[in-house]
């Protein structure tokens, strides 16, 4: 194009706002302050990889697994459902799943809070019928339901925009060939919707795994996940040389899950009838 200088000011944006602040993080992860002076060391990776610091990583990371599984199992059914029905009411229910996401994200994670208190709503609706009540506020059972609830769009709707574009012909020509309905989903519908699942997988699980205010809320300030702890080097402890080498360990974690479910998407793609 000749008129490339159009994207000047988004280059620069992109070098001011993304590429600045990543080499500071960078710069920060491994450099350290002794006797007033700025020294080269790699001793904030080192104490990364101290039990205590591989346990919360570990764990978040685990429930980030967990969450992105609950999201794909509730999530592709969504999907095929939204994804099967006539063009009017299918705006109708997509537009009904996003209003929530109109919603700020703390709002939404409060809200959360008051449903599950011991006499939160649901407690109360469960005395009303004289049924036990639920204690998961502050366990990893409400940290996941958190982010179940916030994230499952960001799986419903990659699987939706794709298979709403999945050949009708495709299914009718496996029918007609004696395909079952099993045999339909798994030769024909499921590999041609992994593009959307791969993109789901990838956006639910990169929130997931950073996030820090559903564990601040929903796990109480005892319960620490990698977010958590990034925060505090920042915000409480102000120690920015290992809060940055924490940083860089997740960017890698996610840059490395990215790679391998892009190459598991291009790999992958396509259906087969027999």
């Not at 978040?60 to 509730?74: D, E, F």
Request: with cysteine; hydrophobic share 55%.
């Amino acid at each position: 194009m000749k008129k490339g200088w159009i994207s000047y000011p988004y280059i620069i944006w992109m070098i001011i706002f993304i590429v600045v602040p990543l080499v500071l993080v960078l710069y920060y992860s491994v450099t350290s302050t002794t006797d007033g002076h700025m020294v080269f060391t790699l001793e904030h990776f080192a104490k990364a990889l101290q039990p205590t610091y591989l346990k919360v990583l570990g764990r978040s990371v685990l429930l980030a697994l967990i969450s992105t599984v609950v999201c794909l199992i509730i999530g592709y059914p969504v999907a095929m459902i939204l994804s099967g029905r006539d063009l009017s009411k299918k705006s109708t229910l997509v537009m009904l799943f996003v209003i929530p996401m109109w919603m700020n994200f703390l709002l939404r994670t409060y809200a959360w809070m008051t449903l599950l208190d011991r006499k939160g709503v649901i407690n109360s609706i469960l005395g009303v019928f004289g049924l036990p009540q639920i204690n998961i506020l502050y366990t990893d059972s409400a940290v996941i339901l958190g982010m179940v609830y916030n994230f499952l769009p960001f799986m419903v709707l990659p699987i939706f925009s794709v298979m709403s574009k999945i050949d009708r012909s495709l299914i009718e020509a496996a029918e007609d060939l004696g395909s079952n309905s099993l045999t339909v989903f798994l030769k024909v519908i499921f590999p041609l919707s992994l593009p959307g699942v791969v993109s789901g997988i990838t956006m639910v699980f990169m929130p997931a795994v950073t996030t820090f205010i559903i564990s601040k809320l929903l796990g109480g300030n005892q319960y620490t996940l990698i977010g958590n702890l990034i925060e505090d080097q920042f915000m409480r402890v102000y120690d920015w040389n290992f809060g940055s080498a924490l940083s860089i360990i997740m960017m890698l974690i996610i840059l490395i899950s990215m790679a391998v479910m892009s190459k598991y998407d291009k790999e992958d793609t396509g259906g087969v009838l027999f």
